[in-house]
Structures are given as C-alpha cells and as structure tokens.
C-alpha cells in the first residue's frame, strides 16, 4: 500500500504532523512502521500527516559556508530551502529511525541539520528498529532535537529483532504484537497533547509580537 498524504488543506483544524521516512537504502525496511505509523494516524480525529520520504527530498550533505545559527537560519542550497519550508509549515513531527552503527542513518542526521528555526518548540516522536528496537540511535537523536530546541516525546516504538524478524521472515504484521500497537497509541497520544500544547504557546506568541 502506498503511503498518501492527508488532505491538509481541509484539515486545517488538525495538527500538521511530518512523518519523516529516514533511510533511503532501495530494501529498506522504513516503508513498513511508516505505512503502520500513517494507519495508526488515520484513525484519529485530531493529527493529518504528511511524509516527507528522505528519498525525494534530494538533501545535500550540510555544506554550508556559515552555520543557519549566523545566517538567520537561511540555506544556500535550494534544497535545503525547500525543506526547511515544509519543516516551518508542520507542528511536529515522526521520524522512522534505522540503527547503523549504534547510531542513526547519516540521511537522517543530516535531515535535522538542514532546517533550524523552522523545528523550534515542536514535539518530535522517534519509531525505531533494529537490535534493541533503534534506541540507541533514538537516543542520540533526542540530544539533537534538544539543541534544535524540540521537544522529543517520552514514549517511543521500539520494533526489537523478535518482531523484526517476524516480518521480514515469515510474513507476521506489526499489528500481531500487542506491545507495538499499545506503544504506537501511546505516541500518537503523546504526541497529539505536546503538539497542540506547543502550538497554542507558538499562536500566542506571534499574536502579541502582532499585537
């Protein structure tokens, strides 16, 4: 099933969440608690996703001649102008994160590094798999979403080797552990309470600098 993306336009009173897919290795195994992850959105009334597949993206490797922090977050590749535009446009965001290394996927890092302002004071929430379920990319993850100054949820989904396997091998769903599904609805809860929290803090602000 091919992921789509809501219709935000007539969604306009629901939370704008990114659903950032982050690997691009062509047998990726992302596509799966991404379409799980969009499922599990669908059924509320309050988040409209959107993916935002790093394939598609076409993000150079940060190449900046200045850190965003000295250039009043601009970028001077066009692509990454673009992303840091859809970044600005969303109230927070899930990410698919794939354990390399003990850590996250270069794509991925380099996703986060090419916007700055537009991430500021909006939740994130991280589904992970691999070895111990990706949480030790998650973890370093957190640390850049801190100093990027999200505000990365507590409750994550960790798709452990049991259930990886499961999938991969012998044809099971996410849907057959009752842990993932609980731990899916513990994000989307989570994340729908911060990013409607943080977006009310956000509309605050701008109407009394307007003001």
Request: hydrophobic share 45%; net charge neutral; charged share 25%.
């Amino acid at each position: 099933m091919k992921l789509r993306n809501n219709d935000l336009e007539k969604c306009t009173a629901m939370l704008k969440i990114g659903l950032i897919i982050g690997s691009t290795r062509p047998n990726r195994f992302a596509d799966i608690p991404a379409r799980w992850i969009a499922e599990g959105a669908r059924q509320r009334t309050d988040l409209a996703l959107t993916v935002l597949d790093l394939r598609e993206q076409h993000l150079p490797l940060f190449d900046e001649p200045v850190p965003p922090a000295r250039a009043n977050g601009t970028y001077s590749r066009p692509e990454a102008e673009t992303w840091r535009h859809k970044i600005g446009a969303l109230d927070g965001f899930i990410a698919t994160v794939a354990e390399y290394n003990h850590g996250p996927t270069a794509v991925l890092k380099n996703a986060f590094d090419s916007a700055f302002h537009e991430w500021k004071r909006k939740p994130v929430a991280f589904i992970g798999y691999g070895g111990v379920g990706g949480a030790r990319a998650i973890e370093q993850l957190r640390g850049v979403a801190i100093e990027l100054q999200m505000a990365p949820i507590k409750h994550e989904v960790n798709i452990t080797m049991e259930p990886f396997l499961g999938i991969v091998q012998h044809g099971k769903a996410l849907d057959d552990y009752p842990h993932l599904v609980r731990a899916r609805e513990a994000l989307l809860e989570d994340l729908a309470w911060w990013g409607s929290a943080l977006k009310a803090a956000r509309d605050g602000q701008q109407s009394a600098v307007a003001a």
